[in-house]
């Protein structure tokens, strides 16, 4: 059965918007975790436009499912995962002038530094991931330098404008799954996933968990966060 992991970066934007103390992605994972989310999703970035290191390491103390560190292969960063301690970091790309993560990280262009990255979280005692495009070279590259599991980027199917490209896309996060299932790595998945997108990956059953947060944050600011989650829930747990 697919797990579902809650990214609440989005509470933290509302927050940075006016410089307040208020929503709190704290709270918010909370009710995330209260409604049913098997993990909560953060993304720590180096200008700090959303979450802040506080809001991490509070979030270690109080998470009971699982806390995931999305962040870029910095010194910086590094040293803070093996500080906190989260349960598996996520490898993202990251760029000050995109708006969300724009595509999968180039692990063959940055192969020595990627492979670092993980020797030192591994030797810290924590699991990571690579977001990385659904590219066959890219997963097998994951698979060599012992990557527990790939998260597949889902944006550019979610984003296709007309059916015969989201068929494609579609095609590729499917043969992606496989290939890396069978290379024994865990396989997550995510980026601009819905509450209708996300009903297309039924039968898949390589992927093992989806991080969604945008889709159930804005249906949040509607229903609350906890009877968002239990729609997304609802729709994962049936694929």
């Known amino acids: 059965m697919a797990k579902l992991a809650v990214n609440v970066d989005h509470i933290a934007t509302l927050r940075q918007a006016r410089r307040a103390d208020?929503?709190?992605?704290?709270t918010a994972a909370m009710a995330a975790e209260t409604a049913g989310a098997d993990g909560v999703v953060v993304h720590l970035r180096g200008d700090r436009r959303h979450i802040q290191e506080r809001d991490v390491r509070i979030l270690r103390q109080m998470v009971q499912t699982k806390l995931i560190l999305e962040m870029a292969s910095t010194a910086e960063m590094l040293g803070i995962a093996l500080d906190i301690k989260p349960d598996l970091v996520?490898?993202?790309?990251e760029k000050r002038e995109e708006l969300t993560t724009e595509g999968g990280l180039d692990i063959i262009t940055h192969f020595k530094a990627i492979k670092e990255s993980i020797n030192h979280l591994h030797n810290g005692g924590i699991r990571v991931s690579i977001f990385i495009d659904p590219d066959m070279d890219q997963i097998k590259i994951a698979h060599k330098i012992d990557a527990d599991?790939?998260?597949i980027h889902t944006g550019a199917f979610c984003d296709a404008a007309i059916e015969s490209d989201?068929?494609?896309?579609f095609a590729r996060i499917v043969?992606?799954?496989k290939i890396a299932s069978k290379l024994k790595l865990g396989v997550n998945a995510g980026h601009g996933l819905g509450y209708h997108s996300i009903k297309r990956f039924k039968g898949l059953n390589e992927i093992d968990e989806f991080s969604i947060g945008h889709s159930i944050v804005a249906r949040a600011t509607i229903s609350g966060m906890e009877q968002a989650?239990?729609?997304m829930v609802s729709l994962v747990r049936s694929l």
Do not use: F, G, H, Q
């Open 22 to 26: 208020y929503p709190d992605p704290v």
């Open 166 to 169: 989201r068929e494609k896309e």
């Open 90 to 93: 996520t490898l993202v790309p």
């Open 149 to 151: 599991m790939i998260e």
């Open 175 to 177: 043969d992606a799954a």
């Open 229 to 231: 989650v239990r729609d």
